[in-house]
């Protein structure tokens, strides 16, 4: 079952609707009612993922697994998320990008193109 559900709340982001999401239980990311992060489609999260903050997460981009996006981080494209990564801070993860395992990419960092962050590995600017 998921723990999201998208609310009403809109704004057009480069001519794109996202949605912000309300948690609709409890579980590690909070309470049930606490907003999240954007999104324009629930396919851009699933599993035990999050959004919060002001990040935006758009297009084909898919965050899954225990993996969070938070902050004012923006993912975007064909990326995938996943495992425990964290993408925060101002990052900016895009183009066919995977972040996985325990990486993080936080601060300014931006990856983008075919990159791939996993591991223990952290990209920070």
Same mark, same amino acid.
Request: glycine share 12%.
């Given at each position: 079952m998921?723990?999201?559900? #998208?609310?009403e709340?809109?704004?057009?982001v480069?001519?794109?609707? #996202?949605?912000?999401?309300?948690?609709i239980?409890?579980c590690k990311w909070?309470? +049930?009612g606490?907003?999240?992060?954007?999104?324009?489609?629930?396919?851009?999260?699933?599993?035990?993922?999050?959004v919060?903050?002001?990040a935006?997460v #758009?297009?084909?981009?898919?965050?899954?697994?225990?993996a969070?996006?938070s902050g004012n981080a923006?993912?975007?494209g064909d990326?995938?998320v996943y495992g425990?990564?964290?993408?925060?801070?101002?990052?900016w993860?895009?183009?066919? +990008?995977?972040?996985?395992?325990?990486?993080m990419?936080f601060?300014? +960092?931006?990856v983008?193109g075919n990159?791939e962050?996993?591991?223990?590995?952290?990209?920070i600017i």
């Open positions: 998921k723990h999201y559900k #998208l609310t709340e809109s704004k057009t480069h001519g794109i609707e #996202l949605f912000r999401i309300e948690l239980k409890d909070g309470k +049930a606490d907003k999240g992060g954007w999104i324009e489609s629930e396919i851009n999260l699933s599993g035990d993922a999050m919060s903050g002001d935006m #758009l297009g084909n981009a898919r965050v899954f697994g225990d969070e996006v923006m993912v975007f990326v995938w425990n990564a964290w993408v925060y801070g101002n990052a993860v895009y183009g066919d +990008a995977r972040v996985s395992g325990d990486a990419v601060e300014d +960092a931006w983008f990159a962050v996993y591991g223990n590995a952290r990209v």
